[in-house]
């Protein structure tokens, strides 16, 4: 074995380091900008789609009792009746008035949750007409 072999070895192991060092660096100024606010969270999300205009299915239940509800530009309708003419989007919460409820669906990863009424977590997706 050579000289040259340890100090490759050495110059190898300390340019290793160095870069394991930037990258937790920079990690945890990340984290530590985004946990006081400087770099707002929403930055670091997907942007949700404009138009969610279409018709949405509830997923995970059996076919039969799954909820779906219709949006359009003129309001929302489930079963094809129109139950509210107004709904509020956000880019991240969707809200609308039916009857004596309010219902309110987060955006997340291309589906709706429901958050309220809550009888049980429910995950909508759009269905592709």
């Not at 300390?14 to 394991?20: E, V, W």
């Not at 006081?36 to 509830?58: C, F, S």
């Not at 094809?80 to 997340?108: A, C, I, K, P």
Request: glycine fraction near 8%.
């Amino acid at each position: 074995m050579t000289k040259a072999a340890p100090k490759q070895k050495s110059a190898k192991k300390r340019l290793q380091t160095t870069f394991l060092l930037g990258v937790i660096a920079c990690g945890t100024t990340m984290v530590g900008l985004v946990t006081t606010g400087v770099v707002p969270y929403a930055w670091l999300l997907p942007e949700p789609p404009v138009n969610i205009d279409g018709v949405w299915t509830e997923q995970a239940v059996a076919e039969y009792a799954s909820d779906s509800f219709e949006l359009r530009p003129d309001g929302v309708y489930v079963n094809g009746r129109v139950v509210s003419t107004h709904y509020d989007w956000d880019g991240n919460t969707l809200s609308y008035q039916f009857g004596d409820d309010m219902y309110e669906y987060v955006y997340y990863s291309g589906q709706f949750m429901r958050k309220s009424p809550l009888h049980y977590t429910s995950m909508f997706s759009r269905q592709v007409l």
